[in-house]
């Protein structure tokens, strides 16, 4: 059985930085993409990054490009979530998620992801 375990969220103020890492068990985790996905309360879960099963590709979502950055240590079983210059609008809750299907492209859906983890809230004041 998959589980995602994330931790490292908290409470920070704008400017400052946080690593989110999740803790993958339960399958091979080197053969699958990973990806972050966060929801604001009242907002849809949306993409904030993925990446490839090696590590060799990865993709940011606009609102976070050049401020967050995805990174896997494969020997670990576990993908990070680096996260720079944090503004107000980055609150969330912060899930990590994985495909069903070894060996996929990273996505952006949400639909393409079968496993999730609990969450860690992320809150960033002003």
């Known amino acids: 059985q998959v589980q995602l375990e994330e931790s490292g969220g908290g409470l920070v103020q704008a400017g400052d930085s946080l690593r989110l890492s999740c803790a993958a068990s339960g399958r091979t985790f080197s053969m699958y993409a990973m990806g972050w996905f966060r929801q604001a309360p009242g907002k849809e879960r949306e993409f904030v990054a993925a990446i490839s099963w090696k590590g060799s590709s990865s993709y940011h979502a606009d609102s976070v490009k050049g401020r967050f950055t995805i990174s896997r240590d494969n020997a670990k079983n576990t993908v990070y979530l680096q996260m720079n210059s944090l503004k107000p609008e980055d609150t969330a809750v912060y899930y990590c998620?994985?495909?069903?299907?070894?060996?996929?492209?990273?996505?952006?859906?949400?639909?393409?992801?079968?496993?999730w983890g609990q969450g860690t809230p992320v809150t960033v004041s002003s």
């Open positions: 998620a994985a495909p069903k299907l070894p060996f996929r492209q990273p996505s952006g859906v949400v639909a393409e992801y079968d496993f």
